[in-house]
T-cell receptor, first 113, second 116 residues
């Protein structure tokens, strides 16, 4: 069936380095993608989104890249800080009637001081 | 803007009792609300989608008689876990959407349910 998955379960980076979190999706009909950050015991926090008519979108210290050819999504975090330590989820959505989010498995980002 | 609250944030109950969790959109009207369940170190799994004034649509494998959802107004949805058992212990998260082309969802802080 269709699924959204992440390549690595954990990622450890040095404070100040850049982080890259990757995600593969398999539903070719998905046209909207979102990255969420979830801290322990809290709900998901929106980071950045991208629509299928784009291949790159930048926010504050974050960049999302979308490669529809290989169904790949990535989140880049510049100058990673201890406060970035959390679990990150990618999610895909197919817009239109009955649209709903499908979440990937999640990856834990650990920032070493 | 786009704040969603949940109450309670944490609840402990005895097996066999029912628990109600509230989800409120505080500064916008939500045409659709979603309920998710998240087990430890796992991803969010959609349980059901509810639209104001109509019956909820449940995902496959989710028992509608056990997880009662009421979406009585554009700012409030409730999830009632009936006859709760220890295996229902989980983190329950709601989200609310105003609709629109991309149906952006705003998430609540979650409710930790522990059934003894």
């Amino acid at each position: 069936g269709e699924s959204v998955g992440l390549h690595l379960p954990t990622l450890s980076v040095q404070e100040g380095d850049n982080s890259i979190i990757n995600c593969a999706y398999s539903n070719s009909a998905s046209d909207y993608f979102i990255w969420y950050k979830q801290e322990s015991g809290k709900g998901p926090q929106f980071i950045i989104d991208i629509r299928s008519n784009m291949d790159k979108r930048q926010g504050q210290r974050v960049t999302v890249l979308l490669n529809k050819t290989v169904k790949h999504l990535s989140l880049q975090i510049a100058a990673t800080q201890p406060g970035d330590s959390a679990v990150y989820f990618c999610a895909e959505n197919t817009t239109g009637a009955n649209s709903k989010l499908t979440f990937g498995k999640g990856i834990t980002l650990s920032v070493r001081p | 803007g786009a704040v969603v609250s949940q109450h309670p944030s944490r609840v402990i109950c005895k097996s066999g009792t029912s628990v109600k969790i509230e989800c409120r959109s505080l500064d916008f009207q939500a045409t659709t609300m979603f309920w998710y369940r998240q087990f430890p170190k796992k991803s969010l799994m959609l349980m059901a989608t509810s639209n104001e004034g109509s019956k909820a649509t449940y995902e496959q494998g989710v028992e509608k008689d056990k997880f009662l959802i009421n979406h009585a107004s554009l700012t409030l949805s409730t999830l009632t876990v009936t006859s709760a058992h220890p295996e229902d212990s989980s983190f329950y998260i709601c989200s609310a959407s105003t609709g629109g082309a991309y149906n952006e969802q705003f998430f609540g802080p979650g409710t930790r349910l522990t059934v003894l």
